[in-house]
């Protein structure tokens, strides 16, 4: 037994200190607490809730501590917990059209009831640096007086307004209503339904949809969409215990909701009409639930009879790569040992060089002789 | 922090054994008899989250998982060695989550989880091979999409691999794979059998041992049953022919092991050891002395001790 390999056991002790430290910094520095990442690094643990496929605000925050906000790190360790949870039974669908708004806009209609609500974003900022962030004790006072006025309660969604003109592609459950698919249970098959494809892309890689739906503006598949509406806010949810045949309201989740509008233009059987593009992804998530209606309508071309040219419209290509757990692994398995392999093709490299050298030796000792 | 705050004091919260909660052993079983049943047919299973990344050996823990029992004598192998980190990781793994039995010796392990190689020693009957795999699908490679592959494998249409094999000997002169070689199983599926170099492929063949393959991420399980058929895709002109080193191992001088390469300065200097590492230990205890013995226990490189 050679040292160079006896390591591995202590190895991996030394590397659990090593990290713990390394993840705590300087000890002159105070350390962060989970409720400051919780509230202060909502939209980072947005993604991790998302790309973790569970809801937990605080485990969000615990793993992004844990993984030195390594978001891919922390969506796995949320993962790997979700796993060994117990299932206790469905909730009830959600209503986004019942959503506590904090924000709504929409890009297809200049007003509309409810309005149009900006909430917070940092669409208009400029992206200069606030230095007075610098320091610690800056409290936060509001510099202007924002209009306090209360929304109304009734906030339609867009593409309901369009449906009702029967303008809108309607979303009607597959024959029976069976209950979705957990891809988180059952291997994945192809081609996927519309709920393993949603499903994927909620909790995909928000960089890889983004640059999915890019691809797809871009002209590598043909969408022209509009953002019909893009709603942020509080939804409840509820669940029905068998026990008591009634719904319970478990407590209220932050979701953002995308819908895009898309052009159609019918076929033999269906009227032109336009198509829709959904998303629908855990907090504050405005890129990823765009994105994912970007790639959601992409990945409708075969309902449509549309060709499915370009990665995006592929639903093999997108759902097996937007896994970023599954990627990250994968990749990264790479800085495991390969010697094995690596010796055996070491062996064929040599042996190929090897005879091609002898061959040409050979040849160049024929050559000689055949110009005598 | 409400729901999953810890239950009572006398009920401290436990994995269940082996990690795996029941239901999923019970699924992954399933999709294990299945798998016997049909000789190198991939099997899709509810693969789960795993607490190591996938890619790292999440199918192979998981058949383990779902086919261990406390009589059960555990051995964990990564290129061959019991101590390289993966495999001691897994090793752990399973020590803590399922008290197991674990041991370094071939003959006395009942379940043998390895990533990359098949051990020297014979395997024999009632011992179970866990294979790791990266990529079940032989035929990936040449065509990207499962759904096509599945279709292939459906119509045993593989002339697509045979196209393969013989554009390599046209170019170079022969087969360029040197792991993960292609099989048939049972004259009727062609099986990776995952990346193994293809020196231990006759290994496979009419082997008294059960084998089982999980791919994690890909949500595969395949398997061969004791005594079946896994023969080397090749040409009859162009016959399979497995490694061969021009010199023995330096440690304990056998000649009929699979061999690492280590260099051991920067000077082009080379030495070959076995990559079983319990094989080339055992050749030694028995008094088998290779050429660089003396020199690598002197430089430290080996310890030299008595099992």
Known sequence: MYVAVKGGEAAINATHDLVAEARRGDTAVPEISVAQIREQQALACARVMNEGSLYDRDLAALALKQSQGDVIEAAFLMRAYRTTLPRFGSSEPVDTAAMAIRRRVSATYKDLPGGQVLGPTYDYTHRLFDFALMDTDAAVKPAHDGLKAPLDATMPRVPDILGAEGLMEAELPPEGDPRPFDLTRDPVSFPAGRDVRLQSMARGDEGFLLGLGYSVQRGFGGSHPFVGEVRVGEVSVEFVPEELGFAVDLGDVTLTECQMVNQFQGSKEVPPQFTRGYGLVFGHAERKAMSMSLVDRALKAREFGEAANYPAQQDEFVLYHADNVEAAGFVEHLKLPHYVDFQGELELIRRIRKEREERLARQNEELPEAAE | ?307
């Open chain 2, 1 to 307: 922090m409400t729901i999953h705050k810890a239950p009572a004091e006398d009920t401290k919260p436990a994995y269940n054994y082996a990690y795996l909660d029941e239901q999923t052993k019970r699924m992954i079983r399933r999709a294990l008899l299945k798998a016997v049943a049909v000789p190198g047919y991939q099997v899709p299973f509810g693969s789960r989250e795993m607490p190591l990344a996938r890619g790292w050996g999440t199918g192979g823990i998981q058949v383990t998982a779902a086919i261990i029992g406390p009589a059960d004598t555990l051995k964990v192998i990564d290129q061959g060695a019991d101590d390289t980190t993966n495999a001691v990781s897994i090793r752990k793994f399973f020590e803590r989550t399922a008290d197991a039995r674990t041991s370094e010796v071939t003959d006395e392990a009942t379940i043998i989880q390895t990533r990359h190689r098949i051990p020297e020693a014979p395997l024999k009957s009632g011992q179970i091979m866990v294979y790791q795999v990266p990529t079940p699908e032989p035929l990936r490679r040449l065509e990207p999409r499962e759904a096509e592959t599945r279709k292939m494998h459906a119509w045993a249409e593989y002339g697509l691999m045979q196209v393969k094999l013989y554009e390599d000997i046209a170019r170079y002169g022969e087969i360029t794979k040197t792991y993960d070689y292609p099989v048939m199983v049972n004259g009727r599926y062609v099986m990776a059998p995952s990346p193994i170099p293809k020196f231990d492929n006759p290994k496979m063949h009419m082997s008294p041992a059960l084998q089982l393959f999980g791919a994690g991420r890909e949500k595969r399980i395949y398997a061969l049953p004791p005594y079946t058929s896994v023969r080397s895709l090749d040409f009859e002109d162009h016959p399979f022919r497995i490694q061969s080193w021009t010199e023995p191992c330096g440690l304990c001088g056998a000649a009929d092991s699979y061999l690492d390469e280590v260099v051991i300065d920067d000077r082009g200097g080379r030495m070959f050891v076995c990559s079983d590492s319990h094989y080339c230990e055992t050749r030694r205890a028995e008094g088998h002395r290779g050429t660089m013995l003396g020199d690598a226990a002197l430089s430290g490189l080996v310890e030299e001790t008595t099992p």
